[in-house]
């Protein structure tokens, strides 16, 4: 009888990631991550108590994989790679962008660290300089707001045929410099 394959933690949540990739977090369960992996879903239960903890896990993976498409941007400001990597996001993994942002979850609703780690990384922008920590905060939640808006629209394919010749990653740039100007006009 061969030796049995030992599977690593991220070996399970690779397999796991490949399914929600594909199908959606929903359909990460012991059986088709242990199916995907060609084990039993003893070594899935032998690194996670629950599936729930794994799911946990591939939302983690998640994350660093934003972080990462967030520091690959190269756009002349730190509000602007925001933007574009939220749009990178949703055309790779359509499927993870509608689950993490149409559906209720306990992963992504109140992101707070996520949150503090952008807002410091505007404050560093020479275009925001002089602004506090509160209305960057703002200047966030609004942008977010479109964001998601034409994120989704993306990743739903519902750009009006009149929209389609028009860049995203322009209009997302429009808009967050007119907010920009906006609020200066403001204070």
Request: no cysteine; aromatic share 6%.
């Given at each position: 009888?061969?030796?049995?394959?030992?599977?690593?933690?991220?070996?399970?949540?690779?397999?796991a990631f490949a399914i929600?990739?594909?199908?959606?977090?929903?359909?990460?369960?012991?059986?088709?991550?242990?199916?995907?992996l060609g084990s039993s879903v003893a070594p899935i239960y032998n690194n996670f108590e629950t599936i729930d903890e794994l799911v946990r896990?591939?939302?983690?993976?998640?994350?660093?994989i934003s972080r990462s498409i967030l520091a690959e941007q190269q756009?002349?400001?730190?509000?602007?790679?925001?933007?574009?990597?939220?749009?990178?996001?949703?055309?790779?993994?359509?499927?993870?962008?509608?689950?993490?942002?149409?559906?209720?979850?306990?992963?992504?609703?109140?992101n707070?660290?996520?949150?503090?780690?952008?807002?410091?990384?505007?404050?560093?922008?020479?275009?925001l300089a002089g602004w506090s920590k509160a209305e960057c905060r703002r200047l966030l939640l609004q942008m977010r707001a479109f964001q998601m808006g034409l994120m989704l629209m993306t990743v739903n394919n519902q750009i009006p045929s009149w929209a389609a010749d028009i860049d995203q990653e322009q209009l997302l740039m429009q808009t967050a410099g007119e907010l920009v100007q906006a609020r200066k006009t403001k204070v």
């Open positions: 009888m061969p030796p049995k394959t030992r599977f690593e933690r991220s070996d399970i949540v690779e397999a929600a990739r594909d199908e959606g977090l929903e359909a990460v369960t012991a059986r088709r991550v242990a199916d995907k896990a591939v939302v983690e993976h998640v994350l660093a756009g002349e400001s730190v509000f602007e790679n925001i933007g574009r990597a939220s749009l990178v996001f949703a055309r790779t993994y359509p499927r993870l962008a509608r689950d993490l942002m149409l559906k209720p979850n306990p992963w992504i609703a109140a707070e660290q996520q949150d503090h780690t952008l807002v410091e990384m505007m404050a560093e922008d020479p275009e």
